[in-house]
């Protein structure tokens, strides 16, 4: 089974900025597939935030963060980040990476659909 680890959640001021990291090891090269980043927050659903497309780079984003989150991948370093500028409250959540070999406009956002690994998450908290 493939271990993803996601890093860099923390605790931002309103207006602040992170940078979440999702890597593996072992082997699985992250740039053959779509990789998700999903978030949970206290007492709600798991949502899709954002995705990139392995075969064709192409990348999704929930309407809540569009203009504020920016997904990327480094196939160098087997990594995929996601930079969260201009964070809010209600982004407060843990947020997962999680991998799929193909998602469609329909379903990329759906956590269900998702049937390869997921990580542990990390804490990602607005606060002032």
């Known amino acids: 089974q493939v271990q993803l680890v996601e890093s860099g959640g923390g605790l931002v001021q309103p207006g602040g900025s992170l940078t979440l990291s999702c890597t593996t090891s072992?082997?699985?090269?992250?740039?053959?597939?779509?990789i998700a980043w999903f978030r949970r927050a206290p007492g709600k659903e798991r949502e899709g935030v954002s995705a990139?497309?392995?075969?064709?780079?192409?990348?999704y984003y929930a309407d809540s963060v569009k203009g504020r989150f920016t997904i990327s991948r480094d196939n160098f370093k087997n990594t995929v980040y996601l930079q969260m500028n201009n964070l809010k409250p209600e982004d407060t959540a843990i947020y997962y990476c999680?991998?799929?070999?193909?998602?469609?406009?329909?379903?990329?956002?759906?956590?269900?659909?998702?049937?390869?690994?997921w990580g542990q998450g990390t804490q990602v908290t607005v606060s002032s």
């Open positions: 999680a991998t799929e070999s193909y998602v469609t406009d329909s379903n990329w956002y759906k956590p269900e659909h998702y049937l390869g690994s």
């Open positions: 072992g082997g699985f090269v992250l740039a053959y597939y779509v």
């Open positions: 990139i497309s392995g075969s064709d780079g192409k990348i």
